[in-house]
């Protein structure tokens, strides 16, 4: 299973992930009916808009970390039995025991080390004509960072995946997917104070790099990769997708 997270903490923090959520849930072309599936649906706060957005729709809400899981029960119990909530690994085939009827996902597939396996998962798990939109990081992302942790000697991000547009188009069709579109865009993200940027910084973009450490290392290690961006900022690239499940 992928690592477990800090939910509290972020939830308190995602600010970003909820802006960028909402966009792309402006792009999601579904009736209203059936179910719809949140693919790394975190502490639930955007999980809570699609819920909000289809009043007459199931909400089937997946992420990877029993602790994201169960903040977002507590965050998303006003909805009853609308919405299922499945510990899954997006990397296996998906205990879905019925086919759903669209698929969202923000700030998740970058975390997932193979992307054909990713979409071949995703098909699995959708009925034919399903479509799929979802955002993630893309090519270019966190360039800055990146430059960052090689200075430190760290890893710079070796098990993410963050695909251009032609790579995602071409892993898409190959995995059963049809009217793909696939963009990248910026979106540098700003935070208000140095404090506020090494605890996103802790909890989201270094999670696995200070997982295992101390507090007081992975504290130390946070504010020398924070101390070295420039302007409390964060260079985000955003790869946005737009697919069907081809019959």
């Given amino acids: 299973m992928p690592r477990d997270w800090d939910a509290a903490t972020y939830d308190r923090i995602a600010d970003p992930q909820v802006r960028w959520g909402t966009a ?24 809570e808009l699609v819920a909000e957005r289809f009043p007459n729709a199931e909400i089937l809400a997946l992420d990877g970390s029993a602790s994201m899981i169960e903040q977002a029960r507590g965050r998303l119990g006003r909805f009853g039995d609308r919405v299922t909530f499945v510990l899954a690994d997006l990397m296996h085939p998906l205990p879905v025991a019925e086919p759903v009827d669209a698929v969202f996902s923000t700030a998740t597939f970058h975390w997932v080390p193979d992307h054909e396996a990713l979409f071949a998962n995703l098909a699995g798990a959708m009925r034919p004509a399903a479509r799929l939109i979802a955002q993630c990081g893309g090519a270019g992302n966190l360039t800055s960072v990146v430059r ?18 032609e790579e995602t188009q071409a892993r898409l069709r190959r995995t059963g997917f049809a009217d793909i579109e696939c963009w990248l865009h910026t979106e540098p993200t700003r935070f208000e104070s140095l404090d506020a940027l090494e605890t996103f910084l802790r909890t989201v973009v270094l999670g696995e790099h200070v997982h295992g450490m101390s507090d007081e290392d992975a504290a130390a290690f946070t504010h020398a990769v924070a101390s070295r961006l420039a302007g409390f900022e964060l260079d985000y690239v955003r790869l946005n997708i737009g697919a069907t499940r081809a019959g």
């Fill in 24 to 47: 792309v849930l402006d792009r999601l072309e579904f009736d209203g009916d059936g179910t719809v599936m949140d693919a790394g649906c975190g502490s639930g706060r955007v999980t």
């Fill in 148 to 165: 960052v942790l090689d200075e430190l000697g760290a890893d710079t991000f070796s098990g993410k995946v963050f695909a251009t547009p």
